[in-house]
T-cell receptor, first 112, second 111 residues
Framework: NAGVTQTPKFRVLKTGQSMTLLCAQD?????MYWYRQDPGMGLRLIHY???????AKGEVPDGYNVSRLKKQNFLLGLESAAPSQTSVYFC???????????FGPGTRLTVT | GQSLEQPSEVTAVEGAIVQINCTYQ??????LSWYQQHDGGAPTFLSY????GLEETGRFSSFLSRSDSYGYLLLQELQMKDSASYFC????????????FGPGTRLSVLP
């Protein structure tokens, strides 16, 4: 099992550019999440999904969109990148709503 | 609303015991989780307390008291590899049922 994988691992964008981050999991988990982590801080939930075809807003959803067309994939889109979106982005998945989340290795995004 | 508080840094020596506290203000939540994150790495799950009391997993134990709005992670027989950041987290019933992570506690284990 690969667990949770994320692509790309690193990316540099110019302000106003768009991009999509891909998250894939092979554990047949229903729940998937996108977080951002800024230096010295905890993780903040951007969006999450409780199953294929569903999405919901987290704590900091502005400037991001998501889609869950297939159960194993969860995409995070930035339509017009801003320097404030410079961060490390983590995807996670879980079997149920209660506790254990499995995290991907992260994507380090810099917006100049 | 929701808020989780943790000490920003803790330092201890190899072989010692350290306790990392987490206090919270939330109207209700499913349970308290703990995650470990090494520098440059991804968070990994350590423990979960659905009910009040102590949960033990090897060298790590976690405690929850809902009446005191308080929990802690206890690390015993500290090893150098335990140097990492530790985060408490809850799924807050009153905040759109979002997962909320604390700011993290950086543990440094000295030889």
């Amino acid at each position: 099992n690969a667990g949770v994988t994320q692509t790309p691992k690193f990316r540099v964008l110019k302000t106003g550019q768009s991009m999509t981050l891909l998250c894939a999991q092979d554990m047949n988990h229903e729940y998937m999440y996108w977080y951002r982590q800024d230096p010295g801080m905890g993780l903040r939930l951007i969006h999450y999904s409780v199953g294929e075809g569903t999405t919901a807003k987290g704590e900091v959803p502005d400037g991001y969109n998501v889609s869950r067309l297939k159960k194993q994939n969860f995409l995070l889109g930035l339509e017009s990148a801003a320097p404030s979106q410079t961060s490390v982005y983590f995807c996670a998945s879980s079997r149920d709503v209660t506790y254990e989340q499995y995290f991907g290795p992260g994507t380090r995004l810099t917006v100049t | 609303g929701q808020s989780l508080e943790q000490p920003s840094e803790v330092t201890a020596v190899e072989g010692a015991i350290v306790q990392i506290n987490c206090t919270y203000q939330t109207s209700g939540f499913y349970g308290l989780s703990w995650y470990q994150q090494h520098d440059g790495g991804a968070p990994t799950f350590l423990s979960y307390n659905a009910l009040d009391g102590l949960e033990e997993t090897g060298r790590f134990s976690s405690f929850l008291s809902r009446s005191d709005s308080y929990g802690y992670l206890l690390l015993q027989e500290l090893q150098m590899k335990d140097s990492a950041s530790y985060f408490c987290a809850v799924r807050d019933l009153g905040y759109g049922q979002n997962f909320v992570f604390g700011p993290g506690t950086r543990l440094s284990v000295l030889p």
